[in-house]
């Protein structure tokens, strides 16, 4: 039975083999260190900071009406409601739902982790931070389960199996193996045993593999989504040809000769059947 009033972290300093808070500390700003790193690694290698800025100019000058400040923060701020905090760009329920827990669940989790560390053992001792430390834990394997066992595989679509693991699935598998081992390890009592090691193992995986996973997706996410709403609103649409084809100017912009003088109603599409697949 794990007790949430207590989290295994409390236990660490007094453990067979002790660690102390100063050492989970710099662990902590070491992870922090790899996210920075990698996440700049990242950049510099996909070439992310000069495609927006290229993007950007590109758009400036496709653009038919000029954005005030106050029109940038209004996107900004519909930017932070509906993409990052509602995860409005997933139209599936079950997916954005997956998606929330998985969010909310790292960043209560997490949170709770480097609160519970840097307050040393008077926050150790807190209740409410131990209980809020293992709903965190709980929300995110909840999240990654669901979405690696129930969303992710479409067996009837795609033939995938759950076990097939590529290295685009290194940031899931870790985001559910560190959550699943810290409530493992919270079962079993603490200590520094194997579940301490795996559960470790499973955070290393995750902050120091961001360059070969998708962490770094989620610092780009808002704001690819602001530079979209953007273009929208002022005309360029992010470089590409608008919902009408009456405008010749517009006509042009199409890359394939078919979509030219295709109508604008072209049937279901996809929408024949319902979504089953991510």
Known sequence: MIDITKTPIADLPT???????ETMQMFVVL???FVIVMTVIDMVHKKSAKFFYENAAKGKANATKELSAGDKAGIAVSTVVEDVV???EFCNFKRRLA???TMYGFVLFNAMTAIIIFGGAEAAANALYSQLWHLGAIMLAVGGWWFWLFIRVDVRAEANKWYNISQMDMFSISLIATSTFALIWSYVGGGTGATFF??????VSL???VLWSKFSHMFFKPFAAYDKRTTKADGSYMNLPTITRDDPEQQKR???ELLVDAPMDMGLGIKREPPSHY
Do not use: R, T
């Open 31 to 33: 992870m922090i260190a």
């Open 15 to 21: 453990a067979a083999i002790s660690i102390s808070y």
């Open 198 to 203: 795996l559960f470790i193992l499973s955070a």
């Open 207 to 209: 902050f120091a593999g």
């Open 86 to 88: 509602l995860s409005g």
């Open 99 to 101: 998606h929330l827990l």
């Open 254 to 256: 199409h890359s394939m």
